[in-house]
């Protein structure tokens, strides 16, 4: 399908902000203005959205795409061709700084030659940072900053990633003098190294144990200390990929007091829990499909707990924190599998996920008696709050004038019928399996628009965008979505602060 760059007119019956019948007009890329009975031209291509919903494209804020810890996992063009088939317009990857590195601006350098000219989507990426020295921190992230790079991760676990008490400060420290935003990912070191040197003396190695090695109790201490360092230095964070409610409740409680707590959680912590870990009848090692971290919990309860953070408010972000290796390759999750002895400490931690996030989330929302959140809800946790948290605001998340047209049209759901089963083979990623075999889901993305162009037509070509198309993304600071700074801070004497802070 082809659209006159000059002016397109797209009708549409809803969407999460217009009322039924409500035109979007675009024009180069961006939408130009929002009506009804909009001027058109022969020149005007219009597609006629009607009964159908359109929401923002989604933007994706926790992928891994072409990182070097994931050698079999998607690189940008099969990472970003699956995000537009599932409706995301916009991922943000990460470019990770190793330990010996004492300058990240090489890293960066090679992250940008990965993804240049090669996505079908647009981009950005957050730092990882391994090895915070003062001189990154004083000299390089404002270098980043200006950059329009504007988000770091930080480990408390991994050998290879994780930062001790001290390093975490001293980035909350410079976060908080240069306004970046700080993601963390929180599980206790030393409580998973204790269990998994355990396990593995008492002969327990099978995928499965790894989720009894990551119980929930590492995510619940590695939270509430990361909350504890935040909030001592007044500095907002977002805690990534949670799972479970004991540490979800930090949050909670924090955001009550008005503290800039973000919370993060993804596909795989509502739909799917351990059991999945013990593979088939056929082959246990199936079960290294679903390895990721934190580890699936055991319990409907704690997917239900994670269900009603989505519905209210505790999380700003669901993202898929897609971070697949191929299953079956001797370099992919078969790591695990050596002289046929399972070993799940081998198995590289994560799952496939960004071309499945929107429409399982998409499935329970609406206004039904069934649905699990409203579609307003939908689109802040998949598209306008990422934007907002990681500096797109204006740009991304959004359908109103000025913004990028990055539009997704659901069908209408009486065209659905029995709805979607998802398979590998009608999904887009380079790896070989994905976690959602034969789930069901009520919708899939009808088309996907990047900057006002169609890039997925599911009736007719299916990919039909570009993959030079997509552009890096130079992002500003991004903005506090829940609670706010100079909140006063548990434990601490008003103005007892000042003295350093
Ligand atoms: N953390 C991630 O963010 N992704 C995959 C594995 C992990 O530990
Ligand atoms: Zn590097
Ligand atoms: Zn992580
Ligand atoms: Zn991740």
Known sequence: MKFSPQ???????????????????????KISCLGTSLPRD?????????????TPGGVDSHVH??????????????????????????????????????????????????????SYCDYSFHLILTNPTPAIMQTEMPLLIKQGITSVKLYMTYEPLKLGDSQLLAVLMAARA????TMVHAENSDIISLITDRLEAAGHSSPYFHAISRPQIAENEATYRIISLAELTDTPILIVHMSSEIAMRHVRKAQTRMLPIHAETCPQYLFLLSERLKGTEKDAFEGAKCVCSPPLRHDPKDLKAMWRGIANGTFTIFSSDHAPSTYDHAGGKKLGLKDGIMRYKNIPNGVPGVETRLPLLFSHAGREKDSKLSLQRFVQL???????LYGLEGTKGNIAPGYDADLVIWYPETE?????VIGQKMLHHGVDYTPYEGMKVKNWPRYTLLRGKVVWDRDGEGIVGDVTAGKFLKRGKGKIVIGKTGGEANGMLEGERDFWY
């Open 178 to 181: 240069l306004g970046f935003t």
């Open 42 to 54: 022969d020149r005007t291509k219009i597609i006629d959205a009607k009964g159908a919903r359109v």
């Open 416 to 420: 659905v019928g029995e709805g979607v």
């Open 382 to 388: 998949t598209s306008s709050d990422p934007a907002k």
């Open 7 to 29: 002016k397109a007119v797209y009708e549409v019956t809803a969407s999460e902000v217009l009322a039924p019948g409500i035109e979007i007009g675009i024009e180069n890329g």
């Open 65 to 118: 795409f072409a990182q070097d810890n994931s050698p079999t996992g998607d690189d940008f063009t099969s990472g970003s061709r699956s995000a537009i088939a599932g409706g995301t317009t916009t991922v943000i990857a990460f470019a990770s700084q190793l330990k010996t590195e004492t300058s990240v601006i090489p890293c960066i350098t090679e992250y940008h030659t990965r993804a240049k000219d090669k």
